[in-house]
């Protein structure tokens, strides 16, 4: 193979595993943010603790997911009232999976639970398939909206 195709399709890989690691938070946000799994790393973390599909429990690490719509200046705490309400979360995964959450069930000023983006699982990273970013719903009875290998968020507006 030519050493120039080689190094192109070296880039294009490269590019694309690096693209598989960043979470991008878009849509009716004040600043559309793309976040590296190191950049998500820094923020604060949360442990959670959740049931699997067969009931077993998993201990969860990650970040709540308001700390990341905050970072893209999401309507959180006192705007999310009036036609903000209107507002829902489309997160996406690698495989085209979707799941939809309305912008309370985030707020600490509503929700009782958090929902949290999580990053690691039993003390490990999330294993290949599953991280390295999977959204963990605690008290939810089917891990149905756990979504893995997330890649994006999408705020909308239901009108
Ligand atoms: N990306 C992605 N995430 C997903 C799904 C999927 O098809 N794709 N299925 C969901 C469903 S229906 C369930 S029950 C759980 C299963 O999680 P597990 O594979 O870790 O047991 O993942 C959820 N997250
Ligand atoms: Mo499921």
Known sequence: MKPFLLCTLCLLCL???????TLTISG???RPVTLSAEDIKALPHQEVTGKDRDGKELHFSGVPVIELLKKAGVTTGGE???EN???????KAIDGYEVVFALPEFDPAFASQV????NRVDGAPLPAGTGPF??????EKRPARWV???RS???RFAK
């Open 134 to 139: 999977r959204i963990v719903v605690p008290n």
């Open 148 to 150: 893995r290998e997330v």
């Open 15 to 21: 590019a694309t595993r690096l693209n598989a690691q």
């Open 28 to 30: 009716e946000v004040a």
């Open 153 to 155: 968020i999408d705020i």
């Open 80 to 82: 999310l009232r009036g």
């Open 85 to 91: 309400l209107a507002k829902y979360a489309v997160v």
């Open 115 to 118: 929902i949290i983006l999580a």
